[in-house]
Protein backbone atom coordinates (compact mmCIF):
# COMPACT_ATOMS: atom_id res chain seq x y z
CA UNK A 1 0.00 0.00 0.00
CA UNK A 2 1.17 3.82 -0.98
CA UNK A 3 2.48 5.77 1.68
CA UNK A 4 0.03 9.04 2.71
CA UNK A 5 3.24 11.12 1.56
CA UNK A 6 3.30 9.55 -1.79
CA UNK A 7 -0.55 9.56 -2.40
CA UNK A 8 -0.46 13.46 -1.26
CA UNK A 9 1.84 14.05 -4.07
CA UNK A 10 0.05 12.30 -6.99
CA UNK A 11 -1.59 14.32 -9.92
CA UNK A 12 -4.47 12.69 -11.89
CA UNK A 13 -5.79 13.77 -14.96
CA UNK A 14 -8.40 12.97 -17.31
CA UNK A 15 -6.96 13.66 -20.75
CA UNK A 16 -9.57 13.38 -23.49
CA UNK A 17 -11.35 10.49 -21.78
CA UNK A 18 -8.30 9.27 -20.61
CA UNK A 19 -6.94 8.71 -17.13
CA UNK A 20 -3.10 9.43 -15.76
CA UNK A 21 -1.33 9.66 -12.68
CA UNK A 22 2.10 11.64 -12.10
CA UNK A 23 4.01 13.11 -9.14
CA UNK A 24 3.65 17.48 -9.08
CA UNK A 25 7.75 17.01 -9.47
CA UNK A 26 7.55 15.17 -12.82
CA UNK A 27 5.15 17.95 -13.87
CA UNK A 28 7.40 20.60 -12.61
CA UNK A 29 10.04 19.75 -14.65
CA UNK A 30 7.74 21.47 -17.67
CA UNK A 31 9.27 24.69 -16.48
CA UNK A 32 7.43 27.50 -14.07
CA UNK A 33 5.45 29.16 -16.77
CA UNK A 34 3.29 25.81 -18.16
CA UNK A 35 0.14 25.41 -16.25
CA UNK A 36 1.17 21.83 -15.96
CA UNK A 37 3.66 22.77 -13.16
CA UNK A 38 0.93 24.29 -11.16
CA UNK A 39 -1.49 21.30 -11.21
CA UNK A 40 -2.59 20.05 -7.28
CA UNK A 41 -2.55 16.40 -6.18
CA UNK A 42 -5.60 15.29 -6.80
CA UNK A 43 -7.16 12.11 -6.85
CA UNK A 44 -9.13 9.40 -9.25
CA UNK A 45 -12.11 10.54 -8.42
CA UNK A 46 -11.46 14.41 -9.10
CA UNK A 47 -9.45 14.67 -11.59
CA UNK A 48 -7.95 17.93 -13.43
CA UNK A 49 -9.98 17.65 -16.73
CA UNK A 50 -7.46 18.62 -19.76
CA UNK A 51 -9.76 18.60 -23.56
CA UNK A 52 -6.40 17.28 -24.96
CA UNK A 53 -4.84 15.32 -27.59
CA UNK A 54 -4.41 11.79 -25.23
CA UNK A 55 -1.81 9.83 -27.33
CA UNK A 56 0.38 13.10 -27.79
CA UNK A 57 0.15 14.31 -23.69
CA UNK A 58 1.23 10.85 -23.48
CA UNK A 59 4.39 11.21 -25.24
CA UNK A 60 4.83 14.89 -23.39
CA UNK A 61 4.68 12.93 -20.22
CA UNK A 62 7.02 10.45 -20.74
CA UNK A 63 9.41 13.07 -22.02
CA UNK A 64 8.77 14.70 -18.70
CA UNK A 65 9.66 11.59 -16.75
CA UNK A 66 13.03 10.20 -18.60
CA UNK A 67 14.17 13.44 -20.81
CA UNK A 68 13.49 11.49 -24.31
CA UNK A 69 11.21 10.70 -26.58
CA UNK A 70 11.84 6.78 -27.07
CA UNK A 71 8.76 6.15 -30.02
CA UNK A 72 7.77 7.67 -32.45
CA UNK A 73 10.39 10.61 -33.13
CA UNK A 74 9.41 13.64 -32.38
CA UNK A 75 6.86 15.29 -34.70
CA UNK A 76 5.93 18.80 -35.38
CA UNK A 77 2.47 17.87 -34.22
CA UNK A 78 4.66 16.71 -30.94
CA UNK A 79 6.18 20.01 -30.87
CA UNK A 80 2.59 22.08 -31.21
CA UNK A 81 1.39 20.25 -28.37
CA UNK A 82 4.40 20.85 -26.04
CA UNK A 83 4.00 24.72 -27.00
CA UNK A 84 0.64 24.71 -25.78
CA UNK A 85 1.35 23.54 -22.21
CA UNK A 86 3.83 26.59 -22.60
CA UNK A 87 6.84 23.98 -21.83
CA UNK A 88 10.45 25.04 -20.85
CA UNK A 89 12.80 27.13 -24.12
CA UNK A 90 15.43 23.89 -23.48
CA UNK A 91 12.20 21.27 -23.54
CA UNK A 92 10.94 22.91 -26.38
CA UNK A 93 14.16 22.65 -28.04
CA UNK A 94 15.05 19.39 -27.52
CA UNK A 95 12.07 18.51 -29.29
CA UNK A 96 12.46 20.14 -32.61
CA UNK A 97 13.28 18.18 -35.62
CA UNK A 98 16.67 18.11 -36.94
CA UNK A 99 15.34 20.28 -39.86
CA UNK A 100 14.66 23.28 -36.94
CA UNK A 101 18.56 23.63 -37.31
CA UNK A 102 20.02 26.92 -38.69
CA UNK A 103 23.72 27.91 -38.15
CA UNK A 104 23.26 32.01 -38.21
CA UNK A 105 20.30 31.45 -35.88
CA UNK A 106 22.54 29.43 -32.96
CA UNK A 107 22.43 30.77 -29.54
CA UNK A 108 23.60 29.68 -26.01
CA UNK A 109 21.26 27.57 -24.88
CA UNK A 110 22.61 26.32 -21.61
CA UNK A 111 26.09 26.36 -19.37
CA UNK A 112 26.48 22.95 -18.19
CA UNK A 113 28.44 22.25 -15.23
CA UNK A 114 30.62 19.41 -15.02
CA UNK A 115 32.25 17.54 -11.75
CA UNK A 116 35.80 17.02 -10.64
CA UNK A 117 38.77 19.06 -11.23
CA UNK A 118 39.36 18.16 -14.79
CA UNK A 119 38.00 20.25 -17.99
CA UNK A 120 35.91 17.73 -20.52
CA UNK A 121 38.08 17.10 -23.66
CA UNK A 122 35.66 15.72 -26.09
CA UNK A 123 31.94 16.27 -26.83
CA UNK A 124 29.52 13.98 -28.67
CA UNK A 125 25.80 13.91 -29.21
CA UNK A 126 23.56 11.18 -30.10
CA UNK A 127 21.89 10.91 -33.32
CA UNK A 128 19.63 13.05 -34.76
CA UNK A 129 17.27 9.92 -35.59
CA UNK A 130 16.09 9.66 -31.95
CA UNK A 131 16.18 12.68 -29.13
CA UNK A 132 19.57 13.52 -28.87
CA UNK A 133 21.47 12.65 -25.83
CA UNK A 134 24.40 15.23 -25.32
CA UNK A 135 27.85 13.35 -23.94
CA UNK A 136 31.24 15.10 -22.34
CA UNK A 137 34.30 13.18 -21.34
CA UNK A 138 36.39 14.87 -18.50
CA UNK A 139 39.29 13.11 -17.30
CA UNK A 140 38.25 9.37 -17.19
CA UNK A 141 34.36 10.03 -16.85
CA UNK A 142 32.04 10.26 -19.25
CA UNK A 143 28.75 12.10 -18.36
CA UNK A 144 25.29 11.77 -20.30
CA UNK A 145 23.07 14.68 -20.16
CA UNK A 146 19.43 13.72 -21.55
CA UNK A 147 17.59 15.28 -24.24
CA UNK A 148 16.08 18.05 -21.92
CA UNK A 149 19.47 18.71 -20.11
CA UNK A 150 17.60 18.21 -17.14
CA UNK A 151 19.21 14.67 -15.55
CA UNK A 152 22.74 13.39 -16.10
CA UNK A 153 24.14 10.42 -15.31
CA UNK A 154 27.74 9.51 -14.95
CA UNK A 155 30.46 6.39 -15.92
CA UNK A 156 34.21 6.03 -14.68
CA UNK A 157 35.74 4.31 -17.27
CA UNK A 158 39.46 2.32 -17.02
CA UNK A 159 40.97 5.01 -19.21
CA UNK A 160 42.83 8.21 -17.33
CA UNK A 161 42.13 10.35 -19.86
CA UNK A 162 39.40 10.38 -23.32
CA UNK A 163 40.51 11.38 -26.18
CA UNK A 164 37.93 9.73 -28.53
CA UNK A 165 34.10 9.06 -27.86
CA UNK A 166 31.44 8.93 -30.24
CA UNK A 167 27.21 8.45 -29.44
CA UNK A 168 25.71 5.43 -30.88
CA UNK A 169 22.76 6.50 -28.97
CA UNK A 170 21.15 8.05 -25.92
CA UNK A 171 22.00 5.04 -24.18
CA UNK A 172 25.58 4.39 -25.53
CA UNK A 173 28.64 5.89 -26.22
CA UNK A 174 32.18 4.61 -26.77
CA UNK A 175 35.23 6.26 -25.34
CA UNK A 176 39.13 5.46 -26.70
CA UNK A 177 42.41 7.14 -25.88
CA UNK A 178 45.58 7.52 -27.70
CA UNK A 179 48.05 5.89 -25.03
CA UNK A 180 45.73 3.44 -23.35
CA UNK A 181 44.03 0.26 -25.24
CA UNK A 182 40.64 -0.75 -26.11
CA UNK A 183 37.40 1.10 -26.64
CA UNK A 184 35.28 1.42 -24.13
CA UNK A 185 31.67 1.16 -24.15
CA UNK A 186 29.77 3.48 -21.61
CA UNK A 187 26.26 2.63 -21.14
CA UNK A 188 23.31 4.43 -19.60
CA UNK A 189 20.35 2.86 -19.32
CA UNK A 190 17.65 4.62 -17.77
CA UNK A 191 17.13 4.35 -14.13
CA UNK A 192 19.71 1.61 -13.85
CA UNK A 193 23.57 2.55 -12.98
CA UNK A 194 25.89 3.58 -15.56
CA UNK A 195 28.03 1.56 -16.66
CA UNK A 196 31.63 0.61 -18.48
CA UNK A 197 32.36 -2.85 -18.58
CA UNK A 198 32.98 -3.93 -22.30
CA UNK A 199 35.68 -3.33 -24.41
CA UNK A 200 36.59 -3.63 -27.91
CA UNK A 201 40.10 -4.26 -29.13
CA UNK A 202 42.28 -4.98 -32.50
CA UNK A 203 42.14 -8.48 -32.81
CA UNK A 204 46.05 -8.65 -34.11
CA UNK A 205 46.95 -6.47 -31.20
CA UNK A 206 44.96 -6.34 -28.01
CA UNK A 207 47.21 -3.85 -26.17
CA UNK A 208 46.54 -1.63 -29.42
CA UNK A 209 46.24 2.44 -28.19
CA UNK A 210 42.91 4.19 -30.03
CA UNK A 211 43.48 7.06 -32.57
CA UNK A 212 39.70 7.89 -33.65
CA UNK A 213 36.30 6.78 -33.88
CA UNK A 214 33.41 7.02 -36.16
CA UNK A 215 29.91 4.90 -36.38
CA UNK A 216 26.99 4.77 -39.13
CA UNK A 217 24.97 4.74 -36.60
CA UNK A 218 23.19 7.67 -37.91
CA UNK A 219 22.63 6.58 -41.25
CA UNK A 220 22.09 2.53 -40.22
CA UNK A 221 20.51 2.12 -37.19
CA UNK A 222 19.62 -1.48 -38.18
CA UNK A 223 23.30 -2.35 -38.88
CA UNK A 224 25.72 -0.21 -36.99
CA UNK A 225 29.02 -0.51 -37.14
CA UNK A 226 31.70 1.04 -35.36
CA UNK A 227 35.23 2.17 -36.94
CA UNK A 228 38.10 2.88 -34.76
CA UNK A 229 41.54 3.42 -35.40
CA UNK A 230 44.27 1.61 -33.69
CA UNK A 231 48.29 1.74 -33.37
CA UNK A 232 50.37 -1.03 -31.66
CA UNK A 233 51.76 -0.47 -28.35
CA UNK A 234 54.91 -0.37 -30.33
CA UNK A 235 53.63 2.66 -32.46
CA UNK A 236 55.20 0.40 -35.39
CA UNK A 237 51.52 -1.09 -37.04
CA UNK A 238 47.74 0.56 -37.33
CA UNK A 239 45.06 0.12 -39.00
CA UNK A 240 41.42 0.60 -38.75
CA UNK A 241 39.21 -2.08 -37.57
CA UNK A 242 35.23 -1.70 -38.30
CA UNK A 243 33.20 -3.50 -35.75
CA UNK A 244 29.26 -4.71 -35.19
CA UNK A 245 27.97 -3.17 -32.37
CA UNK A 246 24.66 -4.97 -32.24
CA UNK A 247 26.89 -8.48 -32.06
CA UNK A 248 30.39 -6.59 -30.77
CA UNK A 249 32.47 -8.61 -32.98
CA UNK A 250 35.35 -7.59 -35.37
CA UNK A 251 34.17 -7.73 -39.37
CA UNK A 252 36.77 -6.04 -41.19
CA UNK A 253 39.99 -4.69 -40.90
CA UNK A 254 41.28 -1.83 -43.26
CA UNK A 255 43.93 -0.36 -43.98
CA UNK A 256 46.91 -2.17 -42.34
CA UNK A 257 50.05 -0.54 -42.12
CA UNK A 258 53.39 -1.36 -40.99
CA UNK A 259 56.46 0.83 -40.12
CA UNK A 260 59.70 -0.82 -41.32
CA UNK A 261 62.90 1.21 -39.91
CA UNK A 262 62.43 4.84 -39.33
CA UNK A 263 60.62 5.07 -41.99
CA UNK A 264 57.22 6.59 -40.45
CA UNK A 265 55.88 8.74 -43.15
CA UNK A 266 55.57 5.70 -44.93
CA UNK A 267 52.85 4.98 -42.70
CA UNK A 268 51.54 7.49 -41.08
CA UNK A 269 48.50 6.10 -39.07
CA UNK A 270 44.69 7.75 -39.17
CA UNK A 271 44.06 10.23 -36.30
CA UNK A 272 40.61 11.42 -38.25
CA UNK A 273 37.85 8.74 -39.52
CA UNK A 274 34.00 9.89 -40.28
CA UNK A 275 31.92 7.89 -42.59
CA UNK A 276 29.81 9.47 -45.67
CA UNK A 277 26.59 7.21 -45.56
CA UNK A 278 25.41 8.13 -48.91
CA UNK A 279 28.78 7.57 -51.02
CA UNK A 280 29.17 4.30 -48.63
CA UNK A 281 33.00 5.37 -48.01
CA UNK A 282 35.04 5.73 -44.71
CA UNK A 283 37.17 8.89 -44.37
CA UNK A 284 41.04 8.28 -42.59
CA UNK A 285 43.09 10.92 -42.89
CA UNK A 286 46.49 11.29 -40.60
CA UNK A 287 49.61 13.51 -40.60
CA UNK A 288 53.11 13.57 -39.08
CA UNK A 289 55.31 16.42 -38.43
CA UNK A 290 58.80 14.99 -39.54
CA UNK A 291 61.93 17.99 -40.03
CA UNK A 292 61.01 18.77 -43.23
CA UNK A 293 57.47 19.84 -42.34
CA UNK A 294 54.24 18.27 -42.37
CA UNK A 295 53.10 15.46 -44.26
CA UNK A 296 50.04 13.90 -44.14
CA UNK A 297 47.98 10.67 -46.10
CA UNK A 298 43.87 11.10 -47.03
CA UNK A 299 42.28 8.01 -48.14
CA UNK A 300 38.91 7.44 -49.08
CA UNK A 301 37.78 3.67 -48.87
CA UNK A 302 35.02 1.65 -50.00
CA UNK A 303 34.38 -0.51 -46.60
CA UNK A 304 31.76 -2.67 -48.93
CA UNK A 305 33.78 -4.04 -51.01
CA UNK A 306 36.24 -6.70 -50.64
CA UNK A 307 39.40 -4.72 -52.74
CA UNK A 308 42.23 -3.46 -49.94
CA UNK A 309 43.12 -0.18 -51.71
CA UNK A 310 41.57 2.82 -51.24
CA UNK A 311 39.01 4.29 -53.82
CA UNK A 312 40.86 8.18 -53.58
CA UNK A 313 44.42 8.75 -51.60
CA UNK A 314 46.43 11.82 -51.70
CA UNK A 315 50.00 12.79 -50.04
CA UNK A 316 49.68 16.40 -48.68
CA UNK A 317 52.62 17.92 -48.32
CA UNK A 318 51.83 21.82 -49.83
CA UNK A 319 50.15 23.48 -47.06
CA UNK A 320 48.96 19.60 -45.45
CA UNK A 321 45.87 19.68 -43.31
CA UNK A 322 45.37 20.38 -39.83
CA UNK A 323 42.09 18.96 -39.72
CA UNK A 324 40.26 17.65 -42.84
CA UNK A 325 35.78 16.41 -42.69
CA UNK A 326 33.52 14.93 -45.14
CA UNK A 327 30.06 16.30 -46.29
CA UNK A 328 27.34 13.98 -47.43
CA UNK A 329 25.23 16.82 -48.45
CA UNK A 330 27.85 18.72 -49.82
CA UNK A 331 29.14 15.74 -51.97
CA UNK A 332 32.55 17.22 -50.58
CA UNK A 333 36.20 16.88 -48.56
CA UNK A 334 36.95 20.17 -46.63
CA UNK A 335 40.65 20.79 -44.81
CA UNK A 336 41.92 23.34 -43.14
CA UNK A 337 45.56 24.33 -43.97
CA UNK A 338 48.17 23.88 -41.77
CA UNK A 339 50.55 26.45 -42.57
CA UNK A 340 47.47 29.10 -43.64
CA UNK A 341 44.17 28.20 -41.98
CA UNK A 342 42.64 29.09 -44.90
CA UNK A 343 39.77 26.67 -46.04
CA UNK A 344 39.85 24.14 -49.22
CA UNK A 345 36.71 21.97 -50.81
CA UNK A 346 37.82 19.02 -52.78
CA UNK A 347 34.62 17.61 -55.00
CA UNK A 348 33.89 14.19 -54.36
CA UNK A 349 32.66 13.64 -57.85
CA UNK A 350 36.23 15.00 -59.35
CA UNK A 351 37.90 12.60 -57.38
CA UNK A 352 39.50 8.73 -58.50
CA UNK A 353 42.04 7.01 -58.30
CA UNK A 354 45.79 7.59 -56.46
CA UNK A 355 45.10 11.72 -57.15
CA UNK A 356 48.53 11.96 -58.69
CA UNK A 357 48.67 14.96 -61.13
CA UNK A 358 45.30 16.33 -60.38
CA UNK A 359 45.37 19.04 -57.31
CA UNK A 360 41.66 18.19 -55.57
CA UNK A 361 42.13 21.08 -53.64
CA UNK A 362 40.39 24.33 -54.38
CA UNK A 363 40.70 27.35 -51.72
CA UNK A 364 37.55 28.98 -50.68
CA UNK A 365 39.21 31.43 -48.49
CA UNK A 366 41.51 33.85 -49.57
CA UNK A 367 43.81 32.50 -51.87
CA UNK A 368 46.26 35.05 -51.74
CA UNK A 369 47.03 34.83 -47.64
CA UNK A 370 46.92 30.64 -48.25
CA UNK A 371 50.11 31.08 -50.86
CA UNK A 372 51.94 33.27 -49.04
CA UNK A 373 51.58 31.18 -45.97
CA UNK A 374 52.78 28.20 -47.76
CA UNK A 375 55.56 30.13 -48.55
CA UNK A 376 56.96 31.47 -45.66
CA UNK A 377 55.87 28.06 -44.05
CA UNK A 378 54.09 29.83 -41.10
CA UNK A 379 51.57 27.35 -38.95
CA UNK A 380 48.33 30.02 -38.79
CA UNK A 381 45.93 26.78 -39.01
CA UNK A 382 47.58 25.22 -36.48
CA UNK A 383 44.76 23.66 -33.83
CA UNK A 384 42.38 24.75 -36.47
CA UNK A 385 39.38 22.33 -36.72
CA UNK A 386 36.60 21.69 -39.60
CA UNK A 387 33.75 19.97 -38.94
CA UNK A 388 30.21 19.07 -41.38
CA UNK A 389 26.81 18.85 -40.49
CA UNK A 390 24.05 18.61 -42.98
CA UNK A 391 24.86 21.35 -45.60
CA UNK A 392 27.00 23.68 -43.63
CA UNK A 393 30.79 23.48 -42.74
CA UNK A 394 32.09 24.72 -39.31
CA UNK A 395 35.48 26.10 -38.36
CA UNK A 396 37.61 26.72 -35.30
CA UNK A 397 40.15 29.83 -35.05
CA UNK A 398 41.27 29.50 -31.32
CA UNK A 399 38.25 31.09 -29.81
CA UNK A 400 35.87 31.61 -33.02
CA UNK A 401 33.66 29.64 -34.80
CA UNK A 402 33.08 30.26 -39.02
CA UNK A 403 30.48 28.71 -40.67
CA UNK A 404 30.50 28.00 -44.64
CA UNK A 405 27.49 27.70 -46.73
CA UNK A 406 26.71 27.19 -50.36
CA UNK A 407 24.92 29.77 -51.94
CA UNK A 408 23.82 29.89 -55.21
CA UNK A 409 24.71 32.71 -57.79
CA UNK A 410 23.14 33.84 -60.68
CA UNK A 411 25.00 35.80 -63.57
CA UNK A 412 24.71 35.74 -67.18
CA UNK A 413 26.58 33.28 -67.74
CA UNK A 414 24.09 31.55 -65.90
CA UNK A 415 23.70 29.68 -61.93
CA UNK A 416 26.40 28.60 -60.49
CA UNK A 417 27.42 27.65 -56.45
CA UNK A 418 29.36 29.08 -54.54
CA UNK A 419 30.54 28.98 -50.65
CA UNK A 420 30.29 31.90 -48.27
CA UNK A 421 31.73 32.86 -45.00
CA UNK A 422 30.03 33.64 -42.04
CA UNK A 423 30.93 34.33 -38.43
CA UNK A 424 29.10 32.93 -35.45
CA UNK A 425 28.65 35.56 -32.74
CA UNK A 426 29.23 38.76 -35.12
CA UNK A 427 25.69 39.54 -35.70
CA UNK A 428 21.86 40.54 -34.32
CA UNK A 429 21.14 36.63 -34.03
CA UNK A 430 24.04 36.36 -31.00
CA UNK A 431 22.76 36.82 -27.18
CA UNK A 432 24.66 39.06 -25.50
CA UNK A 433 23.21 39.64 -22.47
CA UNK A 434 22.48 38.46 -18.65
CA UNK A 435 24.06 35.44 -17.62
CA UNK A 436 24.69 34.26 -21.17
CA UNK A 437 27.68 36.67 -21.40
CA UNK A 438 29.80 34.21 -19.36
CA UNK A 439 29.64 31.52 -22.20
CA UNK A 440 31.51 34.14 -24.67
CA UNK A 441 34.57 33.85 -22.92
CA UNK A 442 37.32 33.82 -25.67
CA UNK A 443 38.83 30.58 -24.81
CA UNK A 444 40.25 28.81 -27.24
CA UNK A 445 37.55 25.47 -28.45
CA UNK A 446 38.91 21.88 -27.47
CA UNK A 447 36.04 19.95 -28.85
CA UNK A 448 32.64 20.18 -30.33
CA UNK A 449 29.54 18.29 -31.86
CA UNK A 450 26.16 18.73 -33.53
CA UNK A 451 23.22 17.42 -33.44
CA UNK A 452 19.34 17.68 -33.48
CA UNK A 453 19.09 21.50 -33.71
CA UNK A 454 22.10 21.92 -31.28
CA UNK A 455 26.25 22.51 -31.18
CA UNK A 456 28.25 21.73 -28.25
CA UNK A 457 31.38 22.94 -27.00
CA UNK A 458 33.97 22.46 -24.94
CA UNK A 459 36.97 25.21 -24.05
CA UNK A 460 40.28 24.71 -22.76
CA UNK A 461 40.47 24.95 -18.83
CA UNK A 462 36.54 25.52 -18.33
CA UNK A 463 35.05 22.92 -16.57
CA UNK A 464 31.21 23.03 -18.45
CA UNK A 465 29.87 22.47 -21.88
CA UNK A 466 28.16 25.13 -23.85
CA UNK A 467 25.03 24.26 -25.48
CA UNK A 468 23.82 26.21 -28.55
CA UNK A 469 20.19 26.17 -29.77
CA UNK A 470 19.03 27.10 -33.19
CA UNK A 471 15.68 26.34 -32.38
CA UNK A 472 15.64 28.60 -29.60
CA UNK A 473 14.06 31.48 -31.88
CA UNK A 474 11.48 29.08 -32.87
CA UNK A 475 10.11 29.33 -29.02
CA UNK A 476 11.23 32.92 -28.65
CA UNK A 477 13.06 32.27 -24.76
CA UNK A 478 14.12 34.88 -23.03
CA UNK A 479 17.11 33.54 -20.98
Known amino acids: MASTSTSSSVVTLNVGGELFQTTAATLSRAGASSPLASLAPSSPNAPHFLDRDPRLFALILSFL ?244 VPVWEVREKEDCFADVAASDSLSALFKVGAASGEVFMADLRRLSGDGSGIEPWVCIGDEQRAGAATASRRKDGNNCRVECYRSWVFVTHGADVEVWSQVELTSEAGKKKAMRRNWLGNGPSMITEGSVEGMMEKAKIVSWAFGGSRMALARVDQRSIEVWDSALGAVSVKL
Request: proline share 9%.
Open 65 to 308: RCGRVASPPPSSALLAEARHFALDGALLASLSPPSAFSPLSLRPAALLPLTGRVAPSVVAISPSSCTASLFAAHGGAVTSFDAALASRASVLTPLPTVDSLVAVSPALALAGARDFPGVHLCRFLGGAPATASEALSWPDSPSASVLSLATTAASEPASQWLFASFESARRNSSAVVAFDLNSLSPVVEIGRKEVFGADVEAAIPPTKLGWLAGHSLLLAAGSHSGPAGMVGDIRLWDVRASST
